[in-house]
Each structure stands twice: as C-alpha cells, then as structure tokens.
C-alpha cells in the first residue's frame, strides 16, 4: 500500500480526530475519548506541531501519530522526555505498515528536534520491535498504576536515560 507521511496541519485537525475516533471504536483498552486528547494536547503548552504526524493515502487522512512533552521526575531532578500517544490507524490500513511507518518517522523528527528518549503505555510486543524497553529498566515509573512491561521507554540517544529514574508526569491535557 502506497502512502505518504507529513506534518499535521490545522485544516487536518477534524479529519484528524475522525481518523483517531474510528481507529479506537472497539478497543480493548480504549475509552474512546483519545480524538478529544489529542483536541486537547494540540492547545496544550508545550505542543510540538512537528511531532503530530499524519499518514496519506490518495488525500486521505488513514493515520496519525503525536509525541508530546512530558517529565520524569525524581526529588533531586527533571529529565525532558516524550510520550508517544496515541498511534492511530483506520481500520481498513491496520496490519499494513502504516503504524509502523508513523512510528519510524515520529521517532526520527523527535531526534532531529534534539530530543533523546521517548515514553509509551502499549503493548510490549508491539513497541519492542521499535526498541523499547521496561522503563522500569531505568527506574522510571508511571504515576498511575499500570502493568510493568507495558510502561516503556527508548532511548534516541545512547545512554540518554543513564541517569534518570523517577515519576512521569504528564501535561494536564492528559489528566482533565
């Protein structure tokens, strides 16, 4: 399947969040509000228009990806970081590349913005293709509880999570 991976744009925002309602229609771990999250990370300071990423095929929107800011937090110190949520896929392009590729070049415009580690909540066997790891690994830990090996980080930089451990903490627009 051919498609193309851009920048999201203002104009896309709606198509966007379509894209983001259908593809979590049904999940197993969704509450269906992650278009309404996304909605609320965009406005959200600290938002990074060139980690919200969309895939496209034939002009329309099938894909979508969004890294934002996020800290992992000790007592002693603040580690910059990002999370990778949520990756999204409609349903008729799933099992087709189209997250992977999403994922790809997430991670490469978080590198190129000088950003050296990234967090996800996922499924293990899934993001571990990409190299995350428990990120308990490093001693970083959720604040909510969650499954260990689905809490996972990866390093863009060797050695970039050497000497951080503590809490993430997400933006607000996570929490309302």
Known sequence: MKFTIRQEQPNDYKKTEKVIEEAFKGAEHSDGTEQVLVERLRKAEGYIPELSLVAVRNEEIIGHVLLTPITVNDEDHKALSLALA???????A??????????????????????????????PL????????????WGIIAPFEVPEDAFMALELEEGALQNVRGTVEYPQAFIE
């Open 86 to 92: 949520p990756v999204s896929v409609v349903p008729k």
């Open 94 to 123: 799933q099992k087709q590349g189209v997250g992977k590729q999403l994922i790809h070049q997430s991670l490469q415009a978080a590198k190129e913005k000088g950003f050296t580690s990234v967090i996800v909540l996922g499924d």
């Open 126 to 137: 899934y993001y571990g293709k990409f190299g995350f790891l428990k990120a308990s690994t």
